[in-house]
C-alpha cells in the first residue's frame, strides 16, 4: 500500500485542520488505519486509529474530543479532522496502515506515509 499524506499547513491556536490519507496500490479496506505524530526532539506518538469498517475508533488522551478520525474506503482515504488545535499539537502527522487492525502500537502497522507538517501559532 502507498499512502500520501496531505493537508498540513499553519494555522493559529484554536484553529481547525483536516489531514487526509489517500491510499493506493492494495485494498484499503482491509486494513486498520491510524495517525501518528512527532514533534521535534521527541518521539513518534499515537493519535488516533480506526477500525476497517470505521466503526471502531480510538484516540490519545491529549486528542480526545478535539480530534475526529473517519475514513471513507469507496474513496481508499482516510481523514485526520483536528479542531481547537494547540501550540502542543504541532508535529509531523503520518499516517500508516495495519493488517491487523487499528492498534495504538506503531509497531504493528505495516505502511507508512511521508507525513505532512501541522504548525499551531500561539
Known amino acids: 500500500v502507498q499512502l500520501q499524506a496531505s493537508g498540513g499547513g499553519l494555522v493559529q491556536s484554536g484553529g481547525s485542520l483536516r489531514l487526509s490519507c489517500a491510499a493506493s496500490?492494495?485494498?484499503?479496506?482491509?486494513?486498520?488505519m491510524g495517525w501518528f505524530r512527532q514533534a521535534p526532539g521527541k518521539e513518534r506518538e499515537f493519535v488516533a486509529a480506526i477500525s476497517w469498517s470505521g466503526f471502531s475508533t480510538y484516540f490519545a488522551d491529549s486528542v480526545k474530543g478535539r480530534f475526529t478520525i473517519s475514513r471513507d474506503n469507496a474513496k481508499n482515504t482516510g481523514y485526520l479532522q483536528m479542531n481547537s488545535l494547540k501550540p502542543e499539537d504541532t508535529a509531523v502527522y503520518y499516517c500508516?496502515?495495519?493488517?491487523?487492525?487499528?492498534?495504538?502500537?506503531?509497531?504493528?502497522?505495516?505502511?507508512w506515509g511521508q507525513g505532512t507538517l501541522v504548525t499551531v501559532s500561539s
Open positions: 500508516a496502515v495495519a493488517g491487523r487492525g487499528a492498534t495504538r502500537s506503531s509497531k504493528d502497522y505495516d505502511y
Open positions: 496500490g492494495r485494498t484499503f479496506m482491509n486494513y486498520g
